[in-house]
């Protein structure tokens, strides 16, 4: 008879790329990449077509994924939109209200705000979603809603809140600007309108234009 051996046990093999399986933290990082993809994607869609006409099929092929993929990440397209705006604005709006919290004198937190307009706004694609908001927003007052709520009521929340520390401090004469804090962002808003239909007949000196609008607010520094 054949002696009786004992079977050795080969010790479990750790899940990898041989195995066949994917790992938890290449598995994430993939899904996270193929959602940012479909954000890059349906910008380049609602830019293109406007959020009404854009189709979910097209920005499906831009993102390079099937239609169901988006489903995935994304219940609608609304939503599509909805966490577009969130992903390219909220660091911006993270930063100004940081910024508004620091305790700066007015001149310098609004000498910030022009650089990060130019630079981190209408230097990048945010300028496209604002812009987008501009156009569709009137026929489709949820976005309008939510990008009320999530950019425009938080930054007026802390910008206020500045502004009377800088009204108490003296910097500023009267409350005007406490009353309608919506005037220190009618320079960007025109920027951004005047670079989509006019800068290709007449480019714009954006930080210029913003620190004259400023100096008609508050006064040249200096001035008596």
């Known amino acids: 008879m054949a002696p009786n051996r004992t079977a050795s046990k080969s010790p479990p093999r750790k899940a990898g790329p041989e195995t066949g399986t994917i790992p938890m933290g290449t598995r994430a990082q993939r899904a996270a990449e193929r959602r940012d993809a479909i954000l890059a994607a349906a910008l380049d869609e609602f830019a293109a077509q406007g959020f009404a006409a ?24 609304e939503t599509l939109f909805q966490e577009l705006i969130r992903a390219q604005l909220s660091p911006v709006v993270g930063g100004v209200i940081h910024a508004s919290h620091a305790e700066l004198p007015l001149r310098m937190f609004v000498e910030q705000l022009i650089e990060v307009f130019v630079r981190e706004v209408l230097g990048t694609r945010r300028k496209d979603v604002i812009r987008l908001i501009i156009t569709e927003g009137p026929r489709f007052p949820k976005l309008a809603e939510f990008y009320y709520r999530e950019v425009i009521a938080r930054v007026m929340e802390a910008v ?41 007949f007449e480019p714009l000196d954006v930080r210029s234009l913003m620190r004259a609008h400023f100096e008609i607010l508050f006064g040249k520094e200096g001035a008596s």
Do not use: C, N
Request: a positive charge.
């Open 54 to 77: 854009a189709r979910l099929d097209d920005v499906a092929k831009r993102a390079g994924v099937a239609k169901g993929t988006i489903y995935l990440y994304f219940a609608d397209k």
């Open 160 to 200: 206020r809140g500045l502004l009377r520390r800088a009204l108490e401090r003296g910097e500023l004469k009267d409350d005007a600007l406490l009353k309608h804090p919506q005037l220190l962002a009618a320079p960007g808003i025109m920027a951004i309108v005047w670079s989509g239909l006019f800068e290709r």
